[in-house]
């Protein structure tokens, strides 16, 4: 299968989770595209790809102080800020869609918004959305949960 995984960030609770679920995918023989601002080397194995963003206040789940003025958590947006990164979110799913079997959007945020618009304005393909949404507290033991999911996915879906 080809999958795409999309997530606000490289994160630390979230963006961990995913990693683990790109990583668990790859290694059963899945084509990953792993999506987020700021990417880099991303996951070993995936197709890396950039979010363009068009600001250089990188949009978060919850709002460190320490990083000062380079973060704003989404909740703290306004409708205009939030349909600004939106766009950028969708864009870099749309320069993939038609080669994904499966969308999942990782968190409710700007990823859950941006895969369910991409999948209905791409109505006419066929693939399978997931949304993986959970709130701020990760407990070790999602990691299990989210291996579990794997499992379900490759054993549906085989590559």
Avoid: W
Avoid at 45 to 73: C, F, M, T, W
């Amino acid at each position: 299968m080809k999958v795409g995984i999309l997530l606000l960030n490289k994160g630390r609770g979230s963006g961990q989770v995913a990693k683990k679920h790109a990583e668990y995918l790859i290694s059963h023989g899945h084509d990953v595209y792993f999506i987020h601002p700021e990417v880099g080397k991303g996951v070993i194995g995936a197709r890396n790809k950039d979010v363009y963003l068009d600001n250089k206040v990188l949009p978060v789940h919850e709002y460190l102080p320490s990083a000062g003025i380079a973060q704003k958590a989404v909740s703290s947006m306004s409708y205009d800020e939030v349909m600004c990164y939106l766009s950028a979110y969708e864009n870099a799913l749309e320069d993939i869609i038609q080669e994904l079997d499966i969308i999942i959007g990782h968190h409710a945020n700007l990823t859950a918004i941006a895969t369910a618009n991409v999948a209905q304005l791409q109505s006419q393909f066929r693939f399978l959305v997931l949304l993986c949404l959970y709130g701020f507290h990760i407990q070790p033991s999602m990691f299990h949960s989210h291996q579990c999911y794997c499992s379900f996915l490759i054993n549906t879906f085989p590559a």
